[in-house]
């Protein structure tokens, strides 16, 4: 018999939203790697603090007293800001008060972006190895996820295989560049070749280019804003967070014409509203200096360079890296046993009996698919990755 007091105790359950969905693998393993004494190059977070006149410039901003809501879209001074910043790298003048919206980092900004535009039944396109969010969103606004892989090996785009996916349902493709996890970069003949793809179409595009600042040996970023075609029917998303070392901060921004940010800011009104204040006047006069967002690639290719060197002295095998602050390797050339295991196994193992803590490749595929790939983080001050070398060479 059932009591009264078991019966208030009782929980309605009701059917999961995201079934499939558990924690994520970075929180597994940074969990992993605090347990197990490990040097953390899984998830990707610098462990160095940022320029002093940003959080000095934060601070000025609460002294100046502003505490209270901002403007649903952002502080008109940020958002001029990244206007200015936007047209003097792409060459394209958004408008600040009606295309550009700063957003509590950039998953909010697609996520909103999806739940937009995306209707139930909707087909989006993703290319993968993708980022984990972008999947659960789209669920969450009731769309099918299209899954189109990158070539294996070089993790560039198959155009033929994006045109061969459209469909009459298909209503979006999101794209990452520079590509987390690869480290792979867009060039404008991509941009051109996806063009070409999608001219005749009314599909939109989600450009995840959070990496912008971190493009490497020469190469230009490849923003969509870039292509006068692409950026008629783009939202385009980046983040503070990334650029400027405060991925804890949580601000990001949408780029996007008149038209589609209408209904951006539908969703986002009643999602998150707005972003904090302080924050946003902060960034807005730290961004009058272009020097940091300008000098950030040589600063990362500078790391990169050191730890790829280091990474040469193991049995590791390195992958190009062009952009983001992740360097692929591949470990199946390893004189271990351990060298046969799966990408999540290698990694756990790695973490507890090396001491250095990595991400499978597999977390990024539907499938889970291995292919002895696993992404390594060199956002870290570089006492952090001689460590990490240090126990590496024992491989």
Same mark, same amino acid.
């Given at each position: 018999m059932t009591t009264n007091s078991e019966a208030v105790a009782c929980t309605p359950l009701p #059917?999961?939203? %995201? #079934?499939?969905? =558990?924690?994520?693998i970075f929180t597994v393993m940074?969990? +992993?790697?605090?347990? !197990? =004494? /490990? $040097?953390n190059l899984g998830q990707g977070f610098p462990d160095f603090d940022p320029d002093p006149a940003l959080p000095q410039a934060v601070c000025d901003a609460m002294r100046a007293g502003h505490h209270q809501y901002p403007p649903m879209a952002g502080v008109p001074a940020l958002r001029q800001a990244i206007a200015r910043k936007v047209a003097q790298l792409y =060459?394209?003048?958004y408008d600040p008060e009606g295309e550009i919206t700063v957003t509590a980092g950039a998953t909010q900004a697609i996520l909103t972006a999806i739940l937009a535009i995306v209707h139930p039944g909707d087909e989006v396109i993703v290319l993968e190895p993708c980022y984990d969010s972008y999947v659960p969103n789209i669920e969450l606004a009731g769309g099918v996820a299209v899954r189109v892989a990158l070539t294996p090996g070089t993790w560039r785009p198959d155009f033929a295989s994006v045109a061969a996916a459209l469909t009459p349902r298909t209503r979006a493709i999101v794209i990452n560049t520079p590509h987390n996890p690869s480290g792979t970069a867009w060039s404008a003949d991509d941009l051109q070749h996806l063009w070409d793809v999608l001219r005749?179409?009314?599909? +939109? $595009?989600? =450009?995840?280019? $959070?990496?912008?600042?971190? $493009? &490497?040996?020469?190469r230009p970023h490849a923003s969509l804003a870039t292509h006068p075609g692409l950026a008629a029917r783009s939202f385009i998303v980046s983040s503070f967070g990334k650029t400027y070392h405060v991925t804890g901060w949580k601000v990001g921004y949408c780029l996007a014409p008149a038209p589609l940010m209408a209904e951006f800011r539908k969703v986002h009104q009643f999602n998150v509203f707005t972003v904090n204040t302080p924050m946003q006047h902060g +960034? !807005?006069?730290?961004?009058?200096?272009?020097t940091? &967002?300008?000098? %950030?690639?040589?600063?990362?290719? /500078?790391?990169? *360079?050191r730890f790829r060197a280091g990474l040469s002295q193991t049995r590791l095998q390195l992958l190009p890296c062009e952009g983001t602050y992740f360097q692929c390797v591949r470990y199946d050339g390893l004189a271990v046993p351990e060298r046969s295991l799966d990408e999540t196994a290698f990694c756990q193992w790695l973490t507890r009996a090396i001491g250095v803590a990595a991400i499978p490749l597999s977390a990024f595929y539907g499938d889970g698919r291995s292919q002895g790939?696993?992404? +390594?983080?060199?956002?870290?001050? *570089?006492?952090?990755l001689q460590e990490a070398l240090r126990? %590496? /060479?024992? %491989?």
């Open positions: #059917p999961s939203r %995201l #079934p499939a969905v =558990g924690t994520t940074s969990a +992993l790697a605090q347990q !197990a =004494g /490990a $040097v =060459g394209r003048a005749d179409t009314d599909v +939109l $595009v989600i =450009g995840d280019e $959070v990496y912008e600042h971190m $493009v &490497y040996d020469g +960034l !807005a006069a730290y961004m009058a200096d272009p940091p &967002y300008e000098t %950030l690639s040589a600063f990362y290719q /500078a790391k990169r *360079d790939v696993v992404r +390594l983080c060199f956002a870290k001050r *570089d006492e952090t126990r %590496l /060479a024992r %491989l």
